[in-house]
Antibody
């Protein structure tokens, strides 16, 4: 079965770039019919969808973050990545990667990674 | 963006209780509503998709209902492993949005 695992620094300095990678095992990022998403949850707040990427490189982002976000895919390494620029304390959150399933126009996130806490601090 | 509002934000219940969690969308989303369960330190797990379809491997005590703007997740007989947080998510339009969550605690 498909498993996802986030990796990256747990601490990022204010105004710098947050970079995370999601390693996919048990399946291929090149499988058609799936997007690959990033989602986050700031402390004490709800879940926020950041954006997703298709294996061909097509992306879609949450308008609230679009100006600062890049999501990319590396099919040779079977992984996808998140870059969030110019971070502030408000970007402190647990970041999750997830497979974005859309079959017959019915979308859901399944499965998810365990999540990784990223703290933004000066 | 479509706003998703869950209620209650938390509840206390006993093993064997019937539990109902409500999710309301700020506009009609047909049946494009998913439910997830999350335990502390664990990945969220898909329970229900498209309003009422049970994800493979999920116990039948979980059920979903509703359409339009009002949806319900029901646990027919609460089990010890069900104490967790539950989230709804609309898949009707982008950006996908989630409810704030409902924490189910032991009474």
């Amino acid at each position: 079965q498909v498993q996802l695992q986030e990796s990256g620094p747990g601490l990022v300095k204010t105004s710098e770039t947050l970079s995370l990678t999601c390693i996919v095992s048990g399946g291929s990022v090149s499988s058609g019919g799936y997007y690959w998403s990033w989602i986050r949850r700031p402390p004490g707040k709800g879940l926020e969808w950041i954006g997703h990427v298709y294996y061909r490189g097509n992306t879609n982002y949450n308008p609230s973050l679009k100006s600062r976000v890049t999501i990319s895919v590396d099919t040779s390494k079977n992984q996808f990545s998140l870059k969030l620029r110019s971070v502030t304390a408000a970007d402190t959150a647990v970041y999750y990667c997830a497979r974005d399933v859309a079959v017959a126009a019915i979308q859901r996130f399944d499965p998810w990674g365990q999540g990784t806490l990223v703290t933004v601090s000066s | 963006d479509i706003q998703m509002t869950q209620s209650p934000s938390s509840l206390s219940a006993s093993v064997g209780d019937r539990v109902t969690i409500t999710c309301r969308a700020s506009q009609s989303i047909s049946s494009y509503l998913n439910w997830y369960q999350q335990k502390p330190g664990k990945a969220p797990k898909l329970l229900i998709y498209a309003g009422y379809s049970l994800q493979s491997g999920v116990p039948s005590r979980f059920s979903g209902s509703g359409s339009g703007t009002d949806f319900t997740l029901t646990i027919s007989s609460l089990q010890p492993e069900d104490f967790a947080s539950y989230y709804c998510q609309q898949s009707y339009s982008t950006p996908k949005t989630f409810g704030q969550g409902t924490k189910v605690e032991i009474k």
